[in-house]
C-alpha cells in the first residue's frame, strides 16, 4: 500500500511577525494565483516526489558557531562554522537559502515530471536553543509558509500534495483542540473538505491523488509516540484512546479502498527501524503490522520520515507473536543507540530472513524511510519514485479489469493459544487478532503490474557544493535503485511506447546512454520495488560475504559520514 498526504492553502508570507534576523527572505516561487485546482487530471507521468523533514530556521546565521545551533557567532574558537547555504553534518537547522533552492529546483526539475508529492512534516526548526525557545506562533507560520510554497509549486499546476505532521509541528498532542483546527487551516487546500471531521478529531486523513485508484493516507504518528504524555500506550482496555481511535479508523478506510479495489500509500512521519523500540509503544506497532499484513493486497507501501538518514525495514508476521512473556511489556526493550547500532539492528534482522525457497512472502511489508532536506546531521536530499502506469498512459485514469482477489487466512504463532488464557494476557492486542489476512500474489505489492512501485532516484547536495561559497549547490543522483538496462528502451522490436523512469535531463551523462552495463550509482539493481524484491534485497544484505553491498548500504544510509 502506498500511502500519500496532501498539502496546505496559504494566504499571505508570515516571515515579517517576528523579528527574525536579517537573511535571504523565505520567497515566494511563482505569483501567488490561488484559482481553483483543475478537475481534468493531466496525463499521469508514473513518478511522484516523496520530501521530508525540511526544518527551516528563521534564526539561523552565518559564520556562526555549530554549539550554539548556528544561531549565534560565539564561542569564536570553534573551528566549524555555518556556511550560507547550510551546514552538512551538523546540529544545525535548514537556512531559508537552502529551503528556497529547493522548492526552487523542485519548481524548475521535476513540478512538471511528476504526479503527486508526498510531504512528510517536520516543518518547524528543533528546539535545541535554549535562549530562543521555539513557540507555537513560528512553528505555525513556519508551516504556513511551506504550505503555501507547496501550493504555489505544485497544487496550483494539479499536481496533489498529501501532508503529514511531524513531531517538530506538534508536541503533547490529543485532539480536538485548538493546534489541529489551525493545522486545518494551514492545510485546507490538501485535506479533502470530506476529511474535515475526522482530521479535527486526530489530523489523519486520506486524499484520492488517482481518483479511484491510488489513495494516500496520511496518519497522525503523534498519537503512537511515547514521548507524547498526554495519550496512552494503545491499550485494547482502552478504546477511547487517540491510537486506537486512529487504528479503528484505518482499519475502516483500508476495508473501504479494498471493497473499492483501490490501492493505497500509507504516509506516517515518526517512525523508523526503531517502531520497535522505546520511540514507540508496542501494542501500537503490533497494531500496525497486523493491519499491514491484513490488507497486503491493497496496500502499495509505506513511505516515513523523521530519522534523517536512509533505510529500510520489514513489517514481520513475526512481531505479532509471542516471543516471551517479557515481550508482553508495556514498551520494548530494544533501544537502538547511535547509527552503528541502527545499521548492525538491520542487518542482523536481514541475517535471520528464511531462505529463498522458505519465504512465504504473506508474512512481510516493507517500510521506506527517506534522508531529510534538513543537512542536520547529513546531507539535503529529496527521493523520486516510479510506479508502473501501463495500462493508463494513453488515457486518463481508466479502470481495469482487476482480478479476483484471493481469500484471506487467519494467522497465529508462539504461545498465543496458552498465554492468552491467562488473565495476565487476556486483553492484550496480540490475544484479538482473529480476522483473515488479505494477500494476494498477484497484487501489485507482489508482482509487478499496473500501479507497482518500480523504483526510485535519490538526489541529495554534495558536501563540497554545500560548502563552496563561490557557487550556489546543485543537487546531483546519490543512487537509483533500478537495472541499469531499465533506464532506457533498448532495441527489442515491437516494445511498446517506452517510459522512462527517469527523464535523460535528470540522469548524469555517465548514465545518458544505454550501453552503460555497471554504475556505482545502481548498486542494487532491483527489478521493481515490490515486497518479494525488497526482500531479496535484505537477504543479500543479511549476507555476510556480500561486503561491498553492505558497504554501500551504511553509505547510503548515513551519506557517506
Known sequence: MFSLTIFILGTSWLLQAFPWPIQEPFSSILSLDFGSVPLAPPKLHGRFLHITDIHPDPHY???????????????????????????PF??????FPLTNFT????????????????????????????????????????????????????????????????????????????IIDRFLSIWNAFVPFSSYQVFRRGAYFSVEVIPGE??????????????NKVVGGCEFREPDDPGNLQFDWLEVQLKMFRKRQMRNVSVPLTTSRTARSDLHFVYKYVRYVELSLRFQDTILGHLYGHMNNDHFFLLEAGDLEFLSESDLTPVDNIT???????????????????????????????VNVSPSVVPNPYLPSFRIYTYNITQARD?????????KRKHGKQRGGGDKQKLCKKKKYEDSWRCKF??????????????????????????????????????????????????????HPGDVEGRPEFQYPIPLKQLPKSLREGNVTSSKMAPYEMDDLTIPSWVELARRLGDPSRKKLRKRFKQYMFMGE
Open 61 to 87: 546565521k552565518v559564520d556562526a558557531s555549530e554549539s550554539s545551533a548556528c544561531h549565534r557567532k560565539k564561542p569564536r574558537k570553534e573551528k566549524s562554522r555555518s556556511g550560507y547555504y547550510g551546514t
Open 395 to 403: 488515457s486518463a485514469y481508466v479502470k481495469s479489469k482487476k482480478p
Open 214 to 227: 491510488i489513495a494516500v493516507i496520511s496518519l497522525n504518528t503523534m498519537y503512537f509516540y511515547d514521548s
Open 90 to 95: 551538523s546540529e544545525c537547522d535548514s537556512p
Open 434 to 487: 482473529d480476522q483473515p489476512w488479505h494477500s494476494d500474489p498477484d497484487a501489485p505489492s507482489r508482482i509487478n503490474s499496473l500501479w507497482s512501485p518500480l523504483g526510485y532516484a535519490q538526489y541529495y547536495i554534495p558536501e563540497k557544493r554545500l560548502v563552496d561559497e563561490t557557487r550556489k549547490p546543485k543537487f546531483k543522483l546519490e543512487y537509483l535503485t533500478y537495472r541499469l538496462d531499465a533506464l
Open 103 to 178: 522548492l526552487k529546483f523542485l519548481d524548475k526539475n521535476w513540478a512538471s515530471e511528476i504526479d503527486f508529492v508526498i510531504w512528510t512534516g517536520d516543518n518547524a526548526r528543533h528546539d535545541n536553543d535554549r535562549k530562543i525557545p521555539r513557540t507555537l506562533n513560528e512553528i505555525c507560520d513556519l508551516n504556513s509558509m511551506l504550505a503555501m510554497a507547496m501550493e504555489d509549486i505544485f497544487l496550483n499546476k494539479g499536481v496533489p500534495v498529501v501532508p503529514s505532521l511531524g513531531n517538530n509541528d506538534v508536541w503533547l498532542l490529543s485532539g480536538p483542540n485548538n
Open 336 to 366: 537502538l543507540k547511535g547509527r552503528k547500532r541502527l545499521y548492525d539492528s538491520l542487518v542482523d534482522d536481514f541475517s535471520n530472513l528464511p531462505k529463498k525457497g522458505e519465504t512465504d512472502h504473506d508474512n512481510y511489508g516493507v
